[in-house]
Structure formats: C-alpha cells, structure tokens
C-alpha cells in the first residue's frame, strides 16, 4: 500500500487556530458526527453559554473529556497537539481551566455490548 | 350514565382483509371490515374483539361546542382528533358529556395480507422516494467525514497512518496496557499482551447510535483517560482461550 505520510490533512490546524486565539471548544457526538461550540473563556456571556450546553448535555447521560492542547511551537515541530493521557473526565464545566484555552469532547453514555 | 354495550364478534369476520364499511351504533351493523361505529357521545360503549384478528384500532373523537377538555382535543367541534391509536383488541373508553361524537375503526384480517403487501409505486412516489434516500445517503456521508475528522483530530500520527493503511490504531492506557481498536462498533477493541497478541476482545461503546469513528474516538479517550471504567462496563471475550481450544 502507499505510504500516506505527507498526504493526511493538517488535522489540527483548527485546534493551534482556536488555542493561539485564546478560544475554548467543545465538540459534542452525536448522529451527525458531532458538533462544536466554540468560546472566550474571558467572555462572560459566551462562557454562559458554554457552561448551560455543558450541564444539558451532562444530564443527557453524556461524559466530557477535558484534552490539552500542546503547541509545536513550546514542545517542538513534532510534536502532536494532543498528546496521550494529558486530559482526564470532568464534571463540572468550572473544572476547565479559566486562563488558557482547552477542548472538551462530549461523547455520549457508554455501555458494554 | 349507563350505556349501550356494544360487542363486535370477531367470530362473524368475513370478506377481504380491507372494506369500507360504515355502521351506525343505531342499526344493526355489519361486519365487514374494517367497521366505523359512530354513536352518541352520551352514552358509555364498549367494543370487544378477538385479539388475534386486530390489527390496530383508532379512536376519534369529536368535540361538542365551545369544549375546552383535553380529551377532546378537538377544541370546537369543528373536526374529529385521534384520542387513542394501538394494537390491543380491548376499547374501553368512557364518553361522558361535552363529546358530539365518537368514532371507532378497528381494523381486522390478516397482518400479512393488510401490514405487508407490497405495492408498487407510482411514478411520483418512486421520484420521493429516491429524493428521500440520497437526502439521507448524503447526510450519513457528511456525518461519517465529520466524525472521521474529529476521531484524527485526536490521533497521533503514527496512530492515523496504521488507521489508514490497516483499519486500526493502537492506544496505551495509563497502566501500560495496549490496545488495538479496529474500525467497528461492537467487540471492536483487542487486548494485547506483552507481544502485542490480541488476547482478549472488548466490548464497550456509546449507547446512542453515532458514526463508526466517534464510537472508536470515545473508546480510545477512556481506554486512555478512564480505563478502569471501560474495563468495569465492557463485555469481554477471551480470543487466547478459543485458539487453544481450536
């Protein structure tokens, strides 16, 4: 098979945009794939928001993964923007840390099959 | 108020599965099928059937005028509202005052000939309904790159290329433990050992229906992030146990 390095998109280009931006996001899974809302975390009203669709979506079963994003630019160019284990579950949306921007992954109830 | 009982013996059910045939509580009616009873709200009915032979059963009401009760939902009396629908052959509705009407269709035959029977389509319909199909092909197809994108915002690369060319990626937990999850949603994730043999086949994933990469993106954050809890709620399968066995 051919080697596809090289040819996979800049997944994370979104990821670097939003942090050097100073914006929070969160993605939420759902039947569509998901989708994402993105905030100031130094804006009232936008943080409001955030935290409102964060405690529905906690009563809707879901669970939230809180993910650090790692700028190449502080650890190196090769370095991923997300690397393993450096995130945990949250539950309470003033766990996200207030003076940098993070990611939330909302993923929906697991059960075992 | 004590009223008329109305009892409809499935016994005396004949004919094609579907007919048209309306019947006034006041005459005497026939069975044919499926039957429209109208009556005088007034007055307590009640219709009994074999259960075996019903189908579905609706019952409508009409609204006197000027009747604001919730049960008939009709309002003014200018039009007949769905009170109950199902499949049970037991009506016991008890209409009391403020109702004009009360309508009961039961319908009976045979599920096969009256649920299942095909029809073909008209021109027309066939048209809706390929609209229909490529309306929804088109949004599985978005939400399947959207949830592809999300899962390889989190992946490592060498976790995207092996994705890629092999359908799986490998994940460690905090313990040290690895795992491979396959492409899937069900006994997609595998133990691994100290060789890397997939020793075991795990069974956990989101209970809502999503795509297959936001099913593998949640797997993999709590193999990573919360792997006590994936191993407590997955279904486990010994595949080492098996192969001996074979």
Known sequence: MERTEGKLPNINHDALENFRQGRCMMAVMNHTGDHRLTWDPLNEDEVKEAREEFKRLKKAGYIAYRLNIIDPEVRGPKADTFSRWDGE?????????????????MSPMMAGG | MPGTALTIPAASITGPPIL???ANAATTWNLDIPYTLYADATTTYTATAANDTIIRYIIQVQAAQNVT???????????WAVEATGVDGWWPPTATTNVAAVAVTVVHGNPDQYVWA???LTPAEQEAQRVRIAAVKEAEDTARARAEELLNRYLREDQRVTLQEKGWFLVEAKSGTRYRIYRGRSHNVKLL???????????AHPKMVVPEADTMLSQKLMLELAEDRFLAMANKRHLMER???A
Do not use: M, Y
């Open chain 2, 193 to 203: 050992d100290t060789s890397d043999r997939e020793v075991a086949s795990l069974c």
């Open chain 1, 89 to 105: 579950i949250i539950l309470d949306f003033d766990q996200l840390p207030k003076d940098k921007p993070s990611e939330v992954v």
């Open chain 2, 69 to 79: 009760t919730a049960w008939a939902n009709a309002g003014t009396g200018n039009g």
């Open chain 2, 20 to 22: 048209h045939t309306t």
């Open chain 2, 243 to 245: 192969r001996l066995a």
């Open chain 2, 118 to 120: 095909p029809r073909i």
